[in-house]
T-cell receptor
Framework: DTGVSQNPRHKITKRGQNVTFRCDPI?????LYWYRQTLGQGPEFLTY????????KSRLLSDRFSAERPKGSFSTLEIQRTEQGDSAMYLC????????????FGSGTQLSVL | AQSVTQLDSHVSVSEGTPVLLRCNYS??????LFWYVQHPNKGLQLLLK??????LVKGINGFEAEFKKSETSFHLTKPSAHMSDAAEYFC????????????FGSGTQLTVLP
């Protein structure tokens, strides 16, 4: 399967700990997006990359959230000093970057902060 | 700013009967609209997209949606529901701007009864 891959599938952590999630997009896709989905809601945009450049990060929820895509391939999303309100599904998507392009989503990482 | 409103959080239909999932949009200009489906433990999958080429859009798995500018609606329909259609469905609009990130509705959970 050459779709979007996210690891881990599930992460349980204690409040105050740092967590990092990884996303491997479809190999030829130059755009990569991060979304967050809480129970009963649709996904909420966080940030996106065009190759290695992070072009939009104003929607990141706080300065505890950061994302990188160092070589324009995989990406990581880090949450520092986790809080219980950070518990959610974190989704990654990738696309070719054309107008009205189709986004391909991974299965997500479910974060539970105790 | 563009937004979408999904009018029903839950819809139940019997297998073999029609499906109607309602979505209204708000946009100051002609939007790009999508329907995505999310099955449990699977990534979001694009069902269909409207990009002003034709008002009636056909998607995968027998779904279609009609763009009605006068009603600002983009309802999703299927003539005959199948058990495998049970999932969460999201109406989505692309926001203007360079990021062109997706803005999701809150979702409609479709249950198909035998």
């Amino acid at each position: 399967d050459t779709g979007v891959s996210q690891n881990p599938r599930h992460k349980i952590t204690k409040r105050g700990q740092n967590v990092t999630f990884r996303c491997d997009p479809i190999s030829e896709h130059n755009r990569l997006y991060w979304y967050r989905q809480t129970l009963g809601q649709g996904p909420e945009f966080l940030t996106y990359f065009q190759n290695e450049a992070q072009l939009e990060k104003s929607r990141l929820l706080s300065d505890r959230f950061s994302a990188e895509r160092p070589k324009g391939s995989f990406s990581t999303l880090e949450i520092q000093r986790t809080e219980q309100g950070d518990s959610a599904m974190y989704l990654c998507a990738s696309s070719l970057g054309t107008v009205n392009e189709k986004l391909f989503f991974g299965s997500g990482t479910q974060l539970s902060v105790l | 700013a563009q937004s979408v409103t999904q009018l029903d959080s839950h819809v139940s239909v019997s297998e073999g009967t029609p499906v109607l999932l309602r979505c209204n949009y708000s946009s100051s200009y002609s939007p790009s609209l999508f329907w995505y489906v999310q099955h449990p433990n699977k990534g979001l999958q694009l069902l269909l997209k409207y990009t002003s080429a034709a008002t009636l859009v056909k998607g995968i798995n027998g779904f279609e949606a009609e763009f009605k500018k006068s009603e600002t609606s983009f309802h999703l329909t299927k003539p005959s529901a199948h058990m495998s259609d049970a999932a969460e469905y999201f109406c989505v609009v692309i926001e203007a701007g360079s990021a062109r990130q997706l803005t999701f509705g809150s979702g409609t959970q479709l249950t198909v009864l035998p």
